[in-house]
Structures are given as structure tokens and as C-alpha cells.
């Protein structure tokens, strides 16, 4: 057996992938968010080649210098929102898995044999609104209020708003408002140059321009036009979630519209109240402990065993599981466990679960690395 | 019982008899809350009144670290200021409440819980969705500090 350290994050399950040894961490497919990156930092490059030099010297240098600074804005709130984690929740241990397993077995009863146990629903009053939170077969465990499965990244999020292919990640409780300053400062930069396109070509009537920059100016123009629309629309949709507390998801749903639905308990009631919840509300930490250390055992000849996730299509009952479960147990117990044990293959079919695993207090010392 | 395939394991902690969860409590919203509920597995391990203590001194904790107010607002709109960029260098309040948790539970571990045989598992480690609560085999009067406490532990059984 070859004992080696391996970062958390080489063993989380879930379809994300992590860069700069787990600091990064973004959805599987970027292609959308290499467009985003391209048709910002080109039509900028444009503007501050092409534009900035004439209007510098005809209006003002506090042009382009404003522009800089409001570009430089625009880059720092995309990349926040797509290289940090949106609010996943880790999924749950076999212990907790259990655990859960045998609390829903003992609210249902005994089920008639050839019938369908009822769906796995836990009801919480909130502000006198019933709210239903649902179990989530992968992640096992009760999804906490306002968050939602990613099928994208296959995750649990926390106030999960939407998976947004062009930043290239989920959109959840902890970058939602890097999300929502990056539509409005890129409305900003978008009007910003297109304001001062139209600008330079009022303003300039040399006769002998070169054919090529009327060209990048129409272009730019065109470019502008239509993230014009597209994003300062993106940015007034969020602005009224905002104000009503609301996240895409719910809106979608229409959780809480019609009379039949209630209220959405979440609300304040106060327009200034949700803005402030929402955009300075604390800075909650990532519950992901990418970079924390693992102690990996790997016998010699074989590979590792790669960490899977179970999908349970039916409500299983612990001693149920196929011995296709309790494979992928072990692998999901021996990437998510802070103690450098490993779990023992039977513990995982008895309940409650006997595994010795060591004590927390050893992660309670340990200094989280994020 | 436990099944120890690892002779390590053995020397370095009694055997695990179960694992309690305490649950988040949601009925004010999406705010950090644990329920006080006292779960029947510990009938015989601990006082009610101990744990509900624990319980409600972290949910404290969890309050100040989340309450939006003035230095929320100030820690938002700073940062906002600079892009996000101070951060860097600057804790935020939440993570030194985190920090303070930490020690607490460290704390309630050494005083009260691992003399009676259990052990306090710190809620981030489980992605603030549950206090786990590590039971091992109850060694009677023994443990590690023969203190007053566990007088008071043996009465309530």
C-alpha cells in the first residue's frame, strides 16, 4: 500500500474542475466562458487602440482612464463569480447518510409490500409559509431551503440561482452578488462605449480616415448593440429578483407566484431591506474544504478507486444496498473523511454505522486551508 | 460493534458505538440554526441542560456571524470598493467567528463531552448542515479527568 497526500479536491465528487492546486473552481465545460473573456477584452482593446487616443486629446484624458478603471472592475467581478465556489454542499457522509435513511423509514412506516414509499418531503414553517424541502438522491441529504441540484455541475447549491454558461459556473449564495455587480458594471462599460462610439463618429469628419478603423468602430458598435440589450436586460431582471429576494430558480418555478403558492417568506418586504440582504449581507465561507490534506491509500498494483456517485433511483432501505452501492461508499467515505482512516467495506451495511473513525478533534485542530 | 481493521485505529480511540446528527433548524429562514431538540440517543450520556447550553451558545455565534447591520454593510461596501481585492489580505467577520466556534467547540470538548465519552464534531466540517456527535462506549467512571462532573453524569442515569 502506497500511503500518499492528496488534496481534497482531487476527490470531490461532483462534475467541476479545479485549477491552481483547488483554488479555482469552475464548472466542466468553459468554452462559453472563453467567449465571454474574448468578446470583453476584445471590444476593449478596440476601444482603448482606436478610440482612446482621439477622444484623450479632443475631450479628455479622464476618458479612457475611466474606462480602464471600469474595465479592470468588470474583469475582477467575472472571475470572481466564476473561479469561486458558488455555496456547494458537501454531500453526506455515510453516517449522515444513514442516519437520514433510517429517520425517513421511521416517519413512513411500514409500507405495503409493491407499494411506492412516498416521496421523501420534510415540511419547515417559515414566516408562516410551509416550505417543502426535498431529498436529494445524490447528494443524500435533505437540500436545505432555496437550494437546488446543478445537473451541470452535480452539486447541491446553497440559494442556488442559476447555472450561467458564460461565466462558466453556478450562480449560488456566495457569488451571486459578484454575479449581479458583473452584469451591471458590464452594462456600465457596454453603454460607457457605446456612448463614446457614437461619440467619435459624430465628432470626427477627417476625410482621409483609414478605411480599417470605421470598420473596428463599426464593429464595436455592433458588439455593444447587442450585449447592450442582452445584459443591461440581465441586469434589470436582477435587480427586481434582488429587490423581492428572489432567486432565478424560484422565479422559474414560480415558487412564489399565484395565489396558491404564498408568499415568499424569505422577503423582507422592504425593497432596500432585500437589496441590502442580498448585495452586503456577510461573505459567507465555502463549506468545501478544497485544499485541506487527505491521506489517500492506494494498493500497489491496482489504481485508485475512482470516487462515484450513486444515484439511488428508489428509496433504498440500509440493508438494501446492492453491493454496486457499497463500492462507491467506500470511495465517497474515503475522499469526503478528514480522519486518514479508511472506512471497513462491511461497517457501511450495518446500521447504525460502527466505523472507526477517528476523532474530529484532529480536523477541529487542523487549520482549514481556505 | 465496531469492526477495526487497523491496529492504529485501536490504540487511538475507544470503539465508536454510534454517531447522533443534530439537525439545522430553518423555521426562521436560511440563517445558521441548530436544532435544541435533545436527541434520545443521549438519554443516558449527558444532561439535557449541557447540550441545549452548547447548542444554543453556537447558534449565537452563528447569529453574530450572519446578523446584517452596520458593520456588514461597512465590511460589504469597503470591499465592493476595492473589487473584492481586500479580501485578500483582510479577514472577513465571518471567518473570525468561525475561528472563535472553533475554539469553543475544542473547548466543550475537553471540559464536558469527551469526560462522558462523546465528541463534538465542528458543524463546517459537515457543511453546516448538522452537529455531529461522536458516541463511544461508555467507560463508566473512567475517562480521562476523574472530575466532579462525572459524579454529576452518574446521577442522571
Given amino acids: 500500500m502506497i500511503t500518499r497526500k492528496v488534496r481534497k479536491w482531487e476527490k470531490l465528487p461532483g462534475k467541476n474542475t479545479f485549477c491552481c492546486d483547488g483554488r479555482v473552481m469552475m464548472a466542466r465545460q ?46 475582477a467581478m467575472l472571475l470572481r463569480t466564476s473561479f469561486s465556489d458558488p455555496g456547494v454542499l458537501p454531500r453526506a457522509l455515510p453516517e449522515e447518510a444513514t442516519f437520514i435513511e433510517m429517520e425517513i423509514e421511521a416517519a413512513n412506516g411500514n409500507v405495503p409490500a409493491g407499494q411506492r414509499p412516498p416521496p421523501r418531503i420534510r415540511n419547515v414553517q417559515i414566516n408562516n409559509q410551509i416550505v417543502k424541502l426535498k431529498y436529494c438522491y445524490t447528494c443524500k441529504i435533505f437540500r436545505p431551503p432555496r437550494a437546488s441540484h446543478c445537473s451541470i455541475c452535480d452539486n447541491c447549491v446553497d440559494r442556488f440561482d442559476h447555472h450561467c454558461p458564460w461565466v462558466g459556473n453556478c450562480v449560488g449564495k456566495r457569488n451571486y452578488r459578484y454575479f449581479y455587480l458583473f452584469t451591471l458594471s458590464l452594462s456600465l462599460l457596454t453603454i460607457y462605449i457605446f456612448t463614446f462610439d457614437i461619440v467619435h463618429v459624430v465628432m470626427r469628419e477627417y476625410p482621409d480616415t ?57 422577503s423582507h418586504k422592504n425593497i432596500i431591506k432585500n437589496c441590502c440582504e442580498v448585495l452586503c449581507g456577510p461573505t459567507y465561507p465555502s463549506v468545501l474544504d478544497r485544499r485541506g490534506l487527505l491521506q489517500e491509500d492506494t494498493p500497489i498494483p491496482s489504481s485508485n478507486p475512482v470516487p462515484q456517485t450513486t444515484k439511488t433511483t428508489a428509496p433504498l432501505i440500509p440493508n438494501e444496498h446492492t453491493p454496486d452501492d457499497a463500492k462507491p461508499s467506500i470511495a465517497a467515505s474515503a475522499e469526503k473523511s478528514s480522519s486518514p482512516k479508511e472506512e471497513h467495506p462491511a461497517a457501511t451495511k450495518v446500521p447504525p454505522l460502527a466505523s472507526p473513525e477517528t476523532d474530529a478533534e484532529t480536523s477541529i485542530a487542523k487549520e482549514r486551508a481556505h | 460493534q465496531a469492526e477495526f481493521h487497523n491496529l492504529q485505529e485501536l490504540r487511538h480511540s475507544p470503539s465508536l458505538v454510534t454517531k447522533v446528527f443534530i439537525q439545522r433548524d430553518y423555521s426562521e429562514g436560511t440563517v445558521c440554526r441548530f436544532q435544541t431538540k435533545f436527541p434520545s440517543e443521549l438519554d443516558n450520556r449527558i444532561e439535557r441542560t449541557l447540550l441545549e447550553e452548547t447548542v444554543k451558545t453556537l447558534n449565537s455565534y452563528y447569529a453574530e456571524a450572519e446578523k446584517i447591520g452596520g458593520q456588514s454593510y461597512l465590511e460589504g461596501c469597503l470591499a465592493c470598493a476595492t473589487a473584492y481585492i481586500i479580501f485578500l489580505c483582510m479577514e472577513t467577520r465571518y471567518e473570525k467567528v468561525l475561528r472563535k466556534i472553533s475554539s469553543y467547540i475544542q473547548e466543550q470538548n475537553e471540559k464536558i463531552y469527551a469526560p462522558r465519552g462523546l465528541l463534538l464534531t465542528d458543524p463546517i466540517e459537515r457543511g453546516m448542515r448538522v452537529l455531529e456527535i461522536s458516541v463511544f462506549e461508555d467507560r463508566g467512571s473512567g475517562g480521562s479527568s476523574p472530575s466532579s462532573t462525572m459524579s454529576s453524569g452518574s446521577s442522571a442515569r
Fill in chain 1, 30 to 75: 468553459k468554452g462559453v466562458f472563453y467567449l465571454t473573456l474574448f468578446l470583453i477584452t476584445g471590444t476593449c482593446a478596440l476601444f482603448f487602440a482606436f478610440e482612446c487616443p482621439y477622444l484623450a486629446v479632443s475631450l479628455s484624458p479622464a476618458i479612457p482612464v475611466f474606462a480602464v478603471l471600469l474595465f479592470l472592475f468588470v474583469m
Fill in chain 1, 210 to 266: 483609414p478605411l480599417a478603423s470605421h470598420r473596428l468602430n463599426v464593429l464595436e458598435v455592433l458588439v455593444c448593440f447587442f450585449t447592450l440589450w442582452s445584459v443591461v436586460g440581465l441586469t434589470g431582471f436582477h435587480t427586481y429578483l434582488i429587490s423581492l429576494n428572489q432567486t432565478t430558480n424560484e422565479d422559474i418555478k414560480g415558487s412564489w407566484s399565484g395565489k396558491n403558492r404564498g408568499q415568499n417568506p424569505y
